[in-house]
Every structure is written in C-alpha cells, then in structure tokens.
C-alpha cells in the first residue's frame, strides 16, 4: 500500500460527526478492580474534535432496545486520532457490564457527543485544583493529559480519592506525568490498605484539613470537582467552610432531574385545543398532553426516541425540528449551531403549538 495515500495528515481530514460516523474499539485495558478504558477509532479517517472534560454518549446494544449510557472521555484532545472512556462496573450496571463482556476491539457502537461544559477550556484560571474519586477522575485525567501535551508548566494540584491503593485509577501514568509536568503535584487519599498494600500516605475521608495540606494554597486557584454525589457534597462544604470563593468551583454530574407530566400538567382553557405532534418518519400524528415533553408525548404513543439523562445534559435525545416552534430548557446538551439548524432536544422541549419532529 502506497504510505502517502494511507496516511493522511490532520489538515487533510475532517473532524468526526456523530451522525454519519460509528466508533470501532480498538482496545479494552483494564485500569483498576472493575475498571476498564475502552478506546476508540472513526470508521472514516477522521480526527476527533473535542474539549478536555468533555462527554459521549454511547448506544449499548444490550437487549432489543438498545440502552444510552453517558461517559467523559478520559483521552486528551492533543491526540485527536482516537478518543477513550474509562468506565467503572457497579454492582448494578447493565451498560457498562454490556461494555466489560462484549466490547472487544473492531466492535462497533454509535455515540453521540461530545459535549460538556466542565473543562478548563471553558472555566480557564491561573492554576488549578483537580478533586476527585474513584472513576471521577476521568475528566481530570483528560485536562491533564492535554495540559501535558500543551502547557505542561500548568499549575496543578491533582488530588485523588479511593478505597485502596490498587483502585488508584491512573496512578502509575500520573506518577510519570508529574516528572514531565514540574508544576503537577499529587495527592491521593485511600479509605483503607490491606497488609499487603504498603501505604504511607493519607487515609480517611476528604475534608478542608487534607485539602489544605495537599494544596495549601487552595484558596487561590480554581477548582474542578467530579466524584459520588455525597463526596462533592463534602467538598462543597470543606470550601464554603473556608471561604472560597465558589465562582471558581466547578462539578461534574450525572445526577438526571427527571420531570413527569404530573409536575409539569396543567389544565386546558375553556376552548383550548391540545397541540399537534407529527412524527414524520413514524407517520404518527398525536396529542400532546398539557407539560408534556415531547419525550413523554412520544413514549406514551409508540414511538422510539433514544435518551439517556433526560435533563437536557447529554444531548442523545436530540431531533430535527421540521415545523412550528417549542420551549427548550436545556442543561447544555446542545450546541448553538445545531439550535440555528433546527435541532431540539425531545426530553426537555415542549410544543408552543403544533409541531412536526424528523422521527
């Protein structure tokens, strides 16, 4: 094969979209007890266009249905001919169990994404706290990564919270990226160590007294947080408690708020009439509910709509807006250009009248 024809160069390719490309794995590596990265190549020579911090969601064929499962990219931005996840198995997981069995290298699944505001990219400061546990870390690690890449005299103190210290995910690599990085400054913290787990450094849980010991000078810098909700929660309260300055603290989360009919309903006027959804290519056309979304109103009909957060985060429920106008209160799961296009996002639009919807 002719090597000038196989190797394009990036100004010579176009950046992925999620619409027209499938991602093909090409790795699975495990990191740490039920924790594994899973990268990434286009089926098309593309590059991938993303901040560090960012998300994907991935479409997991699990059953019939296939389910939407969101994870940041733990991969930097600075090699853009692949991206990666690193997901955690819980007890309970289905997709990301899927992933562990079935995700093998050239399998192929679609996703959507990237999006995402937590990154350094949008929240930029003169240095940088990065707090986190267990599979939290992710994006952490992604900043970091591109930071080594780009700015690697960026100030960062990278503190990091785990059960033990074989579930340190990364450990090893942040090891080697603080000696390339002489501003990088580690901390981790582990709950427990058994009796063969050597361990010298600090135990417990994360409060203001470990922050300060790690990062002295927490008060001064800007502050990324990803991990369980009740570990953000205490560190919400270890900075309050401080006095910092919470413009400058920044989180990560999943944590869907799910509306219902029954919160949104009201009644219909004297002489109203419900608004029309049209279903194009589902050649349906129905009744919207008073606070229906368009979500709900699609569900409750027989038509199939893929989402995952439901809370207008993760962008997956995203669909063409072919006629009328909607009330869209988005969590940033959709980018301006895509609004300008007319595109919406079912879970979390609602009919100012009728509507007809590319699905």
């Known amino acids: 094969m002719n090597m000038a024809v196989s190797y394009p160069h990036l100004d010579q390719m176009q950046p992925w979209n999620d619409r027209l490309h499938l991602l093909e794995c090409t790795s699975a590596t495990v990191e740490a007890p039920e924790v594994m990265t899973f990268t990434f190549r286009a089926e ?4 991938f266009r993303y901040l ?6 991935l479409e997991l064929p699990v059953a019939r249905e296939p ?7 733990s991969s930097s931005p600075s090699r853009p001919y692949s991206m990666a996840v690193t997901v955690k198995a819980q007890k309970d997981s289905i997709g990301t169990r899927w992933m562990f069995d079935n995700l093998k290298p050239g399998v192929k ?14 929240h ?102 990803c991990g369980p909700e009740p570990f953000m929660a205490a560190v919400r309260s270890a900075l309050e408690g401080a006095g910092f300055d919470m413009r400058r603290y920044h ?17 219909l006027a004297d002489g109203e009439t419900p608004a ?36 207008g985060l993760c962008g997956t429920c995203r669909v063409m807006l072919l006629s009328g106008s909607v009330d869209m209160n988005h969590s940033g799961g959709i980018l ?17 009248g009728d509507i007809e919807i590319e699905v």
Request: net charge neutral.
């Open 44 to 47: 098309a020579p593309v590059w």
């Open 52 to 57: 560090p911090g960012q998300f994907v969601t």
């Open 67 to 73: 389910v939407m499962r969101t994870y940041t990219l």
């Open 109 to 122: 699944i679609r996703a959507y994404g990237p999006l995402g505001d937590f990154s350094c990219v949008k």
């Open 124 to 225: 930029p400061g003169d240095k940088y706290l990065f707090i986190s546990a267990g599979s939290g870390v992710t994006p952490m690690m992604s900043m970091t990564r591109d930071m080594s890449d780009r700015t690697p005299r960026s100030d960062v103190v990278f503190i990091n919270c785990a059960r033990s210290p074989s579930e340190i995910i990364f450990r090893h690599e942040l090891e080697n990226l603080s000696r390339l990085m002489p501003h990088l400054n580690l901390g981790f913290i582990v709950e427990h160590c058994g009796k063969a787990e050597p361990w010298s450094g600090l135990r417990g849980m994360i409060d203001r007294a470990k922050i300060s010991l790690l990062s002295p000078d927490f008060l001064d810098r800007t502050i990324f947080c």
């Open 251 to 267: 989180q990560e989360s999943f944590q869907p708020v799910l509306a219902t009919v029954a919160d949104e309903a009201t009644a």
């Open 276 to 311: 029309m959804v049209s279903f194009a290519l589902a050649g349906k056309q129905v009744a919207s509910k008073p606070g229906e979304t368009i979500l709900m109103t699609a569900r409750a009909n027989g038509v199939r709509i893929g989402a995952a957060c439901e809370s």
């Open 336 to 352: 301006d250009e895509e609004i300008e296009e007319g595109y919406i996002l079912a879970c979390c639009s609602r009919p100012k």
